[in-house]
């Protein structure tokens, strides 16, 4: 059984992995909002915290309680992440700001609060939820791609930083799955996707790695038909 920390973990893919996961393992969500914490957690049984992302102060706090409660965290599913889609010059400051502040400054701060404990444990993995957009690039996603190509940078550096202390990070790669984000930003979803559960598989096979094997990256997306 491991004690496995999911950022994001009110909805969409990580609330899918939260009720898949808890079932074998000490599962402990985050995310901004409380009440949706809450239902996600009786239904699971999993743990929660409130935890804004985006705050690195508020990041270690929650990351030191986990830890005190656990004593120790085996696994990180950096999830977090929020979407804007349109021109560059149409973008607002406050959604540029938000983009970046959540899905790369916030998979970093949390990726910093868990390796510090990881690093004196000399074990663990950090799951990287990126995305294809960390991959390649496409017009009125200028920020957000920003977002998950640093966010690539970061993993691939990181892998070779927390390698001296026996830590693992992957980072995953999936195509559009069906979820609420497009929803949330008022974003039409256009074309194929691949459903939670595809994606869910996908991770399970992550943890169900020996501790001595990494994964570099794992990509997945719908075959085009």
């Known amino acids: 059984m491991k004690t496995i920390v999911i950022t994001g973990g009110s909805d969409g893919l990580g609330r899918a992995l939260a009720e898949k996961l808890a079932k ?12 949706a914490l809450q239902a996600v957690a009786t239904k699971t049984g999993c743990d929660y915290l409130v935890c804004d992302v985006r705050n690195a102060v508020q990041v270690g706090a929650v990351f030191a309680k986990i830890a005190s409660k656990h004593e ?56 990287n ?7 390649s690039a496409r017009a009125n996603r200028s920020v957000y791609n920003a977002s998950k ?7 691939k550096a990181l892998q070779q930083e927390a390698a ?14 069906k979820t609420g984000l497009f929803a949330k930003a008022g974003i039409e979803m256009k074309g194929v996707a691949i459903t939670t559960e595809q994606a869910v598989r996908s991770v399970e096979f992550l943890l169900s790695c020996d501790d001595d094997v990494l994964i570099p990256e794992l990509g997945i997306k719908h075959v085009e038909g």
């Open 72 to 127: 120790a965290i085996d696994v990180l599913i950096n999830n977090a992440g929020v979407i804007v889609n349109g021109e560059l010059v149409e973008t607002s400051d406050e959604d540029i700001e938000n983009i970046i502040s959540t899905n790369t400054l916030g998979s970093i701060y949390a990726a910093k609060a868990a390796l510090k404990l990881m690093k004196k444990q000399r074990k663990g993995l950090i799951i």
């Open 24 to 35: 074998d393992h000490k599962v402990v969500i985050l995310a901004r909002n409380e009440q």
């Open 129 to 135: 939820v990126v995305s294809q957009s960390g991959l």
């Open 149 to 155: 190509w640093a966010l690539t940078g970061f993993t």
């Open 164 to 177: 001296a202390y026996g830590v693992r990070v992957t980072g995953f790669y999936p195509g559009t799955i």
